[in-house]
């Protein structure tokens, strides 16, 4: 089946520092990926919708400047969380929506992030 | 407001009995459905997804919509501890984005 790699599963940084997480499709071209984040015992929270060669569409509350995406390829997008603070520290998941498999969401393994 | 609820749960269930996972939709134009099983600290994994009205067995794992009464479920016969998981329900809407329940979290005792 469809495979979605997401990198690193684990992190661990200092407050004001950034980081950036990868989300490739490994077997399949991805034109739409999406980042959520998730508290522990909550379900998802969609962050962004990112389309292949424009601009990530934001939910509302989530900060643009502050959770960076880059779509720059049909197998790869990136999140860069810029200047962390502790209440930044979740489960970040990425997804890609497979075209060749009936629009079917396949998620990454998923990155946890704690800020110090 | 939210547009897929469950029940948080937890559901419990005895080893070998059916566990019965229900989802409501508000989105009268939500087209499919999908169900995700999330083990603790895991990302989900897409179990089954649905479109038709009626029933959609796969194994141990039965989906059941009724656009009428804006629900969909999931069966899960023969129920074994590996099961134990949050369930995700999430609905597409427009633009093929997938909006998802708060997940209910069942527990199978051996």
């Known amino acids: 089946g469809a495979v979605v790699s997401q990198h690193p599963s684990r992190v661990i940084c200092k407050s004001g520092t950034s980081v950036k997480i990868e989300c490739r499709s490994l077997?399949?071209?991805?034109?739409?990926m999406f980042w959520y984040r998730q508290f522990p015992k909550q379900s998802l929270m969609l962050m962004a919708t990112?389309?292949?060669?424009?601009?990530?569409?934001?939910e509302q509350g989530v900060e643009k400047d502050k959770f960076l995406i880059n779509h720059a390829s049909l197998t790869l997008s990136t999140l860069t969380v810029t200047s962390a603070h502790p209440e930044d520290s979740s489960f970040y998941i990425c997804?890609?929506?497979?075209?060749?498999?009936?629009?079917?969401?396949?998620f990454g393994s998923g990155t946890q992030l704690s800020v110090l | 407001q939210k547009e897929v609820e469950q029940n948080s749960g937890p559901l419990s269930v005895p080893e070998g009995a059916i566990a019965s996972l229900n989802c409501t939709y508000s989105?009268?134009?939500?087209?499919?459905f999908f169900w995700y099983r999330q083990y603790s600290g895991k990302s989900p994994e897409l179990i089954m997804f649905?479109?038709?009205?009626g029933d959609k067995e796969d194994g141990r794992f039965t989906a059941q919509l009724n656009k009428a009464s804006q629900y969909v479920s999931l069966l899960i016969r023969d129920s074994q501890p590996s099961d134990s998981a949050t369930y995700l329900c999430?609905?597409?809407?427009?633009?093929?984005?997938?909006?998802f329940g708060g997940g209910t979290r069942l527990m199978v005792k051996p």
């Open positions: 649905i479109y038709s009205n």
């Open positions: 997804s890609a929506m497979a075209s060749e498999a009936n629009e079917k969401l396949f």
């Open positions: 999430a609905s597409d809407n427009a633009g093929n984005m997938l909006t």
């Open positions: 990112s389309n292949e060669g424009s601009k990530a569409t934001y």
């Open positions: 989105d009268r134009g939500s087209q499919s």
């Open positions: 077997d399949f071209q991805a034109t739409t």
